[in-house]
């Protein structure tokens, strides 16, 4: 079996179309089509049923992508493993990451590691933690950064940095009449920004309050928002408060564009960020350097940035 037909093969599969697979590759579609032709001959069954300007897998074509994802997989990590051992590591190696470590963890961790190997390209995607956790299975991520542990059989967390999550309100006389500290009764009444379901800083919020026999929908909650940047500039337009991770808004701390309050009682709010890989994915060696790198970059650094004692 020609690799390099299999290979195609998997790209028609994966995008459901032989001129999306033809961009992809960077071919023209008459070759994509001649070397499927070539393929369903070799195999002398048909790997595609061509419904007018749609195609679908037959089921010889979804079992060949079982092995068939498996085989470009390995020949990747080969590849990558050899140019390694030759001191000539490249490639590309893809990241998903939840909003803090997204933004705020791991932007100066890659410039360090590509300063390292300059020939890799990192390519970074921001989505929630649970879509990331997806990303991760689907195998559309090498790695995940995640602010939540989400069980799974398939998948492998493990802390690399935490923080602590903290209320944080408008710099405005109507806040500051509350004092630098409040009880969770009062909190009650006043108008509260949340992030959305599926979100990691959402789900520690939610066990953080099930401590205290509370949930989100105890508070007076005015907006659910899809990023922490989103909660930020709500928070600057003096729409309310809102539970944050410390890292993401130490800027606003110190020009005092925002104010920390102490919540009298929440003492779970420490949250760990996890990185989440796929166990029964072979660890190619481009996902084994950057997690060996941020490992030792986070051990040079004390723990991490994030990290608390």
């Not at 509260?192 to 309050?209: K, N």
């Not at 928070?235 to 408060?241: L, P, R, S």
């Not at 102490?262 to 481009?286: I, K």
């Amino acid at each position: 079996m020609d690799l390099r037909l299999v290979e195609i093969f998997c790209a028609v599969y994966e995008e459901r179309s032989f001129s999306k697979a033809a961009g992809r590759l960077d071919l023209s579609q008459p070759t994509i089509s001649g070397h499927i032709k070539a393929l369903e001959t070799s195999l002398d069954t048909r790997v595609f049923d061509r419904l007018g300007r749609e195609i679908q897998p037959t089921r010889a074509g979804q079992l060949l992508y079982q092995y068939g994802r498996q085989i470009g997989d390995l020949k990747q990590t080969a590849e990558e493993a050899m140019a390694r051992f030759l001191n000539r590591l490249e490639g590309r190696l893809y990241l998903g990451a939840s909003t803090v470590p997204g933004e705020f963890l791991l932007p100066a961790a890659i410039g360090a590691f590509r300063s390292v190997f300059p020939k890799i390209e990192v390519n970074l995607i921001i989505r929630d933690s649970r879509a990331i956790v997806e990303g991760v299975k689907e195998g559309d991520f090498d790695i995940g950064f995640v602010g939540a542990r989400l069980p799974d059989e398939g998948l492998m967390f493990e802390p690399f940095s935490s923080d602590r999550l903290i209320l944080v309100a408008p710099a405005t006389p109507a806040w500051k009449t509350t004092g630098d500290s409040m009880t969770f009764e009062t909190l009650r009444t006043k108008p509260l920004l949340v992030r959305e379901s599926g979100s990691g800083t959402r789900m520690m919020l939610e066990r953080a309050l099930e401590q205290h026999n509370l949930s989100v929908s105890d508070f007076r909650v005015v907006a659910a928002l899809g990023s922490t940047s989103a909660i930020k500039e709500g928070i600057k337009a003096h729409i309310g408060a809102s539970f944050l991770s410390s890292l993401s808004v130490r800027e606003e701390l110190s020009n005092r564009t925002m104010r920390h309050i102490e919540l009298r009682g929440f003492d779970h709010n420490r949250r760990d960020f996890f990185t989440v890989v796929h166990t029964r994915r072979a660890a190619s060696p481009l996902r084994s350097s950057f997690l060996e790198f941020l490992s030792s970059r986070m051990r040079a650094e004390g723990k991490g940035r994030g990290r608390v004692a």
